[in-house]
């Protein structure tokens, strides 16, 4: 039972380049989530999905985007990296049934 | 909208000591409250949770009790370990019903050092 896998663990990007953060679940959770951690700012919401084919926006969406098209997966785009997307970035999974949230060892980014 | 404040930090104790976290929350209904910790280089495990009103969570010696009346979620120790030393988010979410469900909305952050 692996739960919530992340990959990469570690990405160093150049601005401008584009990239997929993956992320993939095996407990057939309905929801699934991205956060983004910086030092200070605790984590925040950059989108989220309540079931395949439906997705939103959270607090920080701007400069990411997001699909769902499985159950299962809910990989996070960079269109065109910035500095300012340098953190660490973690994915999420939950079900009503569950009552709790799993998360995936997070994405170390680094945007030069 | 909905929100979760927690104490300033860093909390700094001495081995043996009793902890508290204070974590208070703004919410619009009736959300499930959780207490998350991050070891040094980690990701997120779940400590404790409690989904309704009155019920209390615990774990690890860890215990925190969904306070409705003070919209509150302060987490406990009796006795702090060297081992507990870590950051601690306290964070809230809804599981069906309304417009906010599967997300997760978190405090900032408490960080934790236990000395010998």
């Known amino acids: 039972n692996a739960g919530v896998t992340q990959t990469p663990k570690f990405q160093v990007l150049k601005t401008g380049q584009s990239m997929t953060l993956q992320c993939a679940q095996d407990m057939n959770h309905e929801y699934m989530s991205w956060y983004r951690q910086d030092p200070g700012m605790g984590l925040r919401l950059i989108h989220y999905?309540?079931?395949?084919?439906?997705?939103d926006q959270g607090e920080v969406p701007n400069g990411y985007n997001v699909s769902r098209s499985t159950t299962e997966d809910f990989p996070l785009r960079l269109l065109s990296a910035a500095p300012s997307q340098t953190s660490v970035y973690f994915c999420?999974?939950?079900?009503?049934?569950?009552?709790?949230?799993?998360f995936g060892s997070g994405t170390r980014l680094t945007v030069v | 909208g909905d929100s979760v404040t927690q104490m300033e930090g860093p909390v700094t104790l001495s081995e043996e000591a009793f902890l508290t976290i204070n974590c208070t929350y703004t919410a619009t209904g009736y959300p499930s409250l959780f207490w998350y910790v991050q070891y040094p280089g980690e990701g997120l495990q779940l400590l404790l949770k409690?989904?309704?009103?009155?019920d209390k969570g615990s774990n690890k010696g860890f215990e925190a009790t969904y306070r409705k009346e003070t919209t509150s979620f302060h987490l406990e120790k009796g006795s702090v370990q060297v081992s507990d030393s870590a950051v601690y988010f306290c964070a809230l979410s809804y599981f069906a019903g309304g417009t906010s469900y599967g997300k997760l909305t978190f405090g900032q952050g408490t960080i934790l050092t236990v000395h010998p």
């Open positions: 999905s309540v079931g395949a084919g439906i997705t």
């Open positions: 999420a999974s939950s079900s009503p049934l569950y009552y709790g949230y799993t």
């Open positions: 409690a989904t309704k009103a009155d």
